[in-house]
């Protein structure tokens, strides 16, 4: 898409005639994924949480706090894939989130969205990058900087060969992780043993049983590490602009991958902890390996293989995040919304300055080695951007309910409003477990919404897909 010399200013306020050659120096590559690869992506965005993570929830709420916990997120998910696949093939940009905000509540509503979306996407793989260094500790006796600075130089490098290609190596490397969690709930299976799973002491907090050794609360703290099973899976239609036929492959996508992952994180919550006990790993930096230590015993082939395969599920899910969060920073700063140079795409159409800039600051972060305060924060992002994408949806069902949407979410704004409250409740409970941490995450939001209201919101830039969607709105508001 490009822009002409006789463009007249956007309808859009504070919007700027893009010049001539703009979007020909912003450009992906059009065609390069069909919707195998999508599920493939939405699988390799979470699968790291399959292997390391999830299991602080254990600490949290014990088994039981975490299983509810686990319920309730995997509801919210859901429905949010349900609703996101309407949205998605109603407008197919690389804006994803951000796109239907902008066009359900305006630029400020878009930038809400994508700022929150983008913390998440950033911090993500600063707290896999740390997961990744515990394997390899444990594998080779190599960790720290050293591991993190490599995965971020290596996959950053990858991906500045191209959407395509990238993809495809992130395909291979999560059919390898899958393997691995197939080996691992198989072997587990035998040894499960519903006791187990109870084994946490019992505390004196409202609630206390063995089924919730920290009571009722223990709910609450668990549902960040709960999300954690499922964080990124929203980042499918990042990938609008790629797609083959996204107003089908996108559904496919968001839904089948969600599929794949409910089914995983169920099976590792019962069999792991029930065959290891929930005690022994919920303070583990790689529970799964763990698990089959305590269960088969040091040095057998089934720790060894699980350890060194589960390295590619955290790889899996640092490559893909690296992908989501420079495509969301492309959108963002093709719209003005951030700085435009982040947006330049070099010769194989991708956007390498939006994949550099993250890196080095997620390489800073990974260097504190606080895997789950990270995670907290990453949530923190992800809670308020659902929670945005989900009122985007009920409004555009309320306001807009002639607009194209060649895919339907069953159940239309109850879905959404079951995801909303669910959504809206997780952020709450992103506050319980640790407010500094939830404090820190909303800090860095501010400093993003300082930057609109200063200075990107008279810098918009008219012709990107979202603007021109809000000018169609706009003029068919006014014929009405």
Not at 160 to 187: D, H, N, W, Y
Not at 285 to 310: H, K, M, Q, R
Not at 390 to 403: C, G, N, Q, T, V
């Amino acid at each position: 898409m490009t822009s002409t010399p006789n463009e007249q200013k956007s309808a859009v306020s504070g919007s700027t005639q893009a010049e001539k050659d703009y979007f020909a120096k912003r450009q992906l590559k059009e065609g390069a994924v069909g919707w195998v690869l999508l599920i493939g992506l939405g699988v390799a965005y979470v699968i790291s949480g399959d292997f390391a993570g999830w299991n602080f929830g254990l600490a949290q709420g014990g088994w039981g706090g975490m299983f509810v916990a686990l319920i309730a997120v995997a509801l919210m998910y859901l429905c949010m894939c349900l609703s996101m696949s309407e949205m998605s093939t109603m407008l197919p940009t690389a804006g994803g989130g951000y796109s239907f905000a902008r066009t359900a509540f305006g630029p400020l509503g878009g930038y809400l969205t994508g700022t929150a979306i983008l913390i998440e996407y950033a911090i993500a793989p600063a707290a896999i990058a740390v997961f990744i260094g515990s394997y390899c500790e444990s594998l080779f006796g190599i960790g720290g900087w050293i591991v993190y600075l490599t995965c971020y130089i290596v996959f950053i490098a990858i991906h500045l060969k191209g959407a395509g290609e990238a993809l495809k190596i992130m395909f291979g490397i999560t059919a390898v992780a899958c393997i691995a969690l197939v080996v691992f709930i198989v072997s587990m299976f035998p040894h499960f043993d519903s006791k187990n799973l109870f084994d946490i002491a019992v505390g004196t907090q409202a609630g206390a049983s063995p089924f919730l050794p920290f009571g009722y609360i223990g709910i609450w703290a668990a549902v960040p590490y709960a999300i954690w099973f499922f964080l990124a899976v929203e980042g499918v239609p990042l990938a609008a602009e790629e797609a083959k036929d996204p107003a089908k492959s996108l559904p496919r996508g968001l839904i089948g991958s969600m599929l794949i992952l409910a089914s995983f994180a169920l099976l590792i919550l019962f069999l792991g902890p029930g065959a290891a006990g929930a005690d022994t790993l919920k303070d583990s930096g790689a529970p799964l390996v763990d698990a089959l230590i305590a269960v088969y015993g040091e040095n057998t082939w089934l720790a060894s293989f699980v350890n060194f395969v589960g390295l590619a599920g955290l790889i899996a899910s640092f490559f893909s995040i690296i992908y989501a969060y420079s495509r969301q920073i492309f959108a963002l700063s093709r719209a003005g919304y951030l700085p435009k140079k982040l947006s330049l795409t070099n010769s194989n159409k991708a956007p390498y300055l939006a994949l550099i800039v993250p890196g080095i600051i997620g390489f800073l972060l990974s260097l504190t080695g606080e895997g789950d305060l990270l995670i907290l924060m990453a949530v923190f992002g992800a809670t308020i951007s659902y929670v945005l994408m989900m009122a985007s949806h009920i409004k555009l069902r309320l306001s807009r309910p002639d607009l194209p949407r060649p895919y339907k979410t069953p159940g239309g704004i109850m879905t959404s409003g079951i995801a909303l409250v669910l959504a809206s409740l997780a952020v709450i409970a992103g506050l319980m477990v640790d407010p500094k941490v939830w404090f820190m995450a909303a800090g860095i939001y501010v400093v993003f919404i300082l930057y609109f209201v200063i200075f990107s919101r008279h810098h918009l830039v008219s012709g990107t897909p979202e603007e021109e969607f809000a000018e169609i709105r706009a003029a068919s508001d006014d014929l009405s």
